[in-house]
Nanobody
Framework: QVQLVESGGGLVQTGGSLRLSCAAS????????RGWFRQAPGKEREFVAA????????YYADSVKGRFTISRDNAKNTLYLQMNNLKPEDTAVYYC???????????????????WGQGTQVTVSS
C-alpha cells in the first residue's frame, strides 16, 4: 500500500507560480512510477506529468510543456510539480498518483494508477 498526501495548492493570478508537493509513505518513492493529474469541474481527469521509477524519464501533457516541471526528492519520498506562467485554464483539482513500475501500461492514463492522493485545489484568476 502507498499513501499519498498533496499540498501546495491555492489561488494565484495569471502568470503566477505554485509548487505542489506529494508526500508518499508505505513504499519508497524511487520504486514506483509517479504522476500528476488534474480534474476541472465537469471534465474528466487528465494527465499532467509523470516520472518513471527506473531511469527518471519524465512525461508532460502538451498543454503544460515548458511551464510545468515534475521532480522528486527520493530522500524525502516526495514528488513535486513546479507550475510557472499559470493560466486560468490550469484551474482544477490536482491529484498525485502512483503505481508499481510498468512499461506495458500507459503512463498517461489515470486508469493505470492504483494509488491516489486526496487532491489539492489550484485556482488561477484572470
Amino acid at each position: 500500500q502507498v499513501q499519498l498526501v498533496e499540498s501546495g495548492g491555492g489561488l494565484v493570478q495569471t502568470g503566477g507560480s505554485l509548487r505542489l508537493s506529494c508526500a508518499a509513505s508505505g513504499r519508497a518513492g524511487n520504486t514506483i512510477d509517479r504522476g500528476w493529474f488534474r480534474q476541472a469541474p465537469g471534465k474528466e481527469r487528465e494527465f499532467v506529468a509523470a516520472v518513471r521509477s527506473i531511469g527518471d524519464s519524465t512525461y508532460y501533457a502538451d498543454s503544460v510543456k515548458g511551464r510545468f516541471t515534475i521532480s522528486r526528492d527520493n530522500a524525502k519520498n516526495t514528488l513535486y510539480l513546479q507550475m510557472n506562467n499559470l493560466k486560468p485554464e490550469d484551474t482544477a483539482v490536482y491529484y498525485c498518483a502512483a503505481r508499481p513500475p510498468s512499461y506495458s501500461r500507459s503512463i498517461y492514463s489515470p486508469k493505470e494508477y492504483e494509488y491516489w492522493g486526496q487532491g489539492t485545489q489550484v485556482t488561477v484568476s484572470s
